[in-house]
């Protein structure tokens, strides 16, 4: 069965420093990969996706994540960290000929002025 | 843009009621999903639908029920209330086929048992 860990369900950064969250998974076969957010009393947002075409993927609010099958990972990533990321991150992956998304337990950002 | 409504954002009801939550999209996926959030232990799955009248079991279907009669709808039936499904519901649905399709979320029902 696949699975889905994040490393440190909170993290804490100060505004404008490096934004790095976590996110391993377990699949026999490279799956479709995706990171969420979500803001308070808000459902999830799709940031990013992975879907083979590149191994550097772009998402929106200036998050890219990075696919490394060697290491089953598919950490996110910003430069600079603004006060409006604080949020809940989530990272999910779907095997193929699945319909539904695994989630894993979600990071907490924090981002001190 | 993908529009999934969801009935109430936060809902009270009493142990032993039937309870229902109600979800809605206007995009004409076909699948449809209601997953479970609890602090700690992410989004847990409890049923999904691929089409109309047909359903799959999740992770967590223990104590709920499912209802699809139209494409659009999506319901999660809480058959006799209890403390323990306290909690953060959330629908989603996506398109199919198409592995790399994401799934589109309602704001969340937060449902308390008391």
């Known amino acids: 069965a696949q699975s889905v860990t994040q490393l440190g369900s909170h993290v804490s950064v100060s505004e404008g420093a490096l934004v790095l969250l976590r996110c391993n998974y377990s699949?026999?076969?490279?799956?479709?990969l995706f990171w969420y957010v979500q803001y308070p009393n808000q459902g999830l947002q799709l940031l990013l996706k992975?879907?083979?075409?590149?191994?550097l993927v772009k998402g929106i609010n200036g998050f890219e994540a990075e696919f490394k099958k060697s290491e089953t990972s598919f950490h996110l990533t910003k430069p600079s960290a603004h006060m409006s990321d604080a949020a809940e991150y989530f990272c999910?992956?779907?095997?193929?000929?699945?319909?539904?998304?695994?989630f894993g337990s979600g990071t907490r950002l924090q981002v001190q002025p | 843009d993908v529009k999934v409504t969801q009935s109430s954002r936060y809902l009270v009801k009493r142990t032993g009621e039937k309870v229902f939550l109600e979800c809605v999209q206007d995009?004409?996926?076909?699948?449809m999903f209601w997953y479970r959030q609890d602090p700690g232990l992410g989004l847990r799955l409890i049923y999904f639908?691929?089409?109309?009248?047909?359903?799959e079991k999740g992770d967590i279907p223990e104590g709920y029920s499912v209802s699809r009669e139209k494409k659009e709808r999506f319901s999660l039936i809480l058959e006799s209330a209890s403390t323990n499904q306290t909690s953060m519901y959330l629908c989603?649905?996506?398109?199919?086929?198409?592995?790399?399709?994401?799934?589109?979320f309602g704001d969340g029902t937060r449902l308390s048992i008391l």
């Open positions: 989603a649905s996506s398109l199919w086929p198409g592995g790399d399709q994401p799934q589109h």
């Open positions: 699949s026999s076969v490279p799956p479709y």
């Open positions: 992975y879907t083979s075409a590149a191994t």
């Open positions: 999910a992956v779907r095997s193929t000929g699945r319909r539904a998304l695994t």
């Open positions: 995009m004409d996926h076909e699948n």
């Open positions: 639908s691929y089409d109309v009248k047909m359903k």
